[in-house]
Antibody, heavy 124, light 107 residues
Framework: EVQLVESGGDLVQPGRSLRLSCTAS????????MHWVRQAPGKGLEWVSGITWNRGAIDYADSVKGRFTISRDSAKNSLYLQMNSLRVDDTALYYCAKGEKVRGGLILTHFDYWGQGTLVTVSS | EIVLTQSPGTLSVSPGERATLSCRAS???????LAWYQQKAGQAPRLLIY???NRATAIPDRFSGSGSGTDFTLTISRLEPEDFAVYFC?????????FGQGTKVEV
């Protein structure tokens, strides 16, 4: 059974940093692109960042470019999101999502499994 | 980026009725790269449809997707109580992948 479990969300002040983690199980982690998608309270879904299976491609939404860094660790079957210079409008539930295609890219593949999310609140 | 606009924002229907949800793109989407997700309150999104018309694993056949170019539709043929939720479309054919703002299906 595929499982994605996010952690690391917290209440932080504007300008501070936070690191989110997503631990994967039930599939060969090294074979799939992984993504972060966020959802602000009462709002829709916004793709944040993605990383391919071999780290050959990494991309970010314009809203987080230069502030967030995505990475993955094969030994730990884990995906990370380092978030720096946090802003109030970064407040959201952050989901980890798996790309469906084996050794696929960041696009041309839908997201077939999602975690339950971890809440990031940025407030003074 | 491709902007997806879903309509209506809220759809009020009764169990057993048919629901038709629309997703319109700001530019043409290659149809094999259009997905629909269902999100129930307090839960993560769940994949329903990919490639515009392919049902994901274990999705009942009352859910169907259609469309091409800039206009796509999700149809729920006979609403069951568990189908009341928010539905999002997503295009993943061009970067960045984008989502519609969602349609809430309520009683």
């Amino acid at each position: 059974e595929v499982q994605l479990v996010e952690s690391g969300g917290d209440l932080v002040q504007p300008g501070r940093s936070l690191r989110l983690s997503c631990t994967a199980s039930g599939f060969i982690f090294d074979n799939y692109a992984m993504h972060w998608v966020r959802q602000a309270p009462g709002k829709g879904l916004e793709w944040v960042s993605g990383i391919t299976w071999n780290r050959g491609a990494i991309d970010y939404a314009d809203s987080v470019k230069g502030r967030f860094t995505i990475s993955r660790d094969s030994a730990k079957n884990s995906l990370y999101l380092q978030m720096n210079s946090l802003r109030v409008d970064d407040t959201a539930l952050y989901y980890c999502a798996k790309g469906e295609k084996v050794r696929g890219g960041l696009i041309l593949t839908h997201f077939d499994y999602w975690g339950q999310g971890t809440l990031v609140t940025v407030s003074s | 980026e491709i902007v997806l606009t879903q309509s209506p924002g809220t759809l009020s229907v009764s169990p057993g009725e048919r629901a038709t949800l629309s997703c319109r793109a700001s530019q043409s989407v290659r149809s094999i790269y259009l997905a629909w997700y269902q999100q129930k309150a307090g839960q993560a999104p769940r994949l329903l449809i990919y490639g515009a018309s392919n049902r994901a694993t274990a999705i009942p056949d009352r859910f169907s997707g259609s469309g091409s170019g800039t206009d796509f539709t999700l149809t729920i043929s006979r609403l069951e109580p568990e189908d009341f939720a928010v539905y999002f479309c997503q295009q993943y054919g061009s970067s960045p992948p984008t989502f519609g703002q969602g349609t809430k299906v309520e009683v």
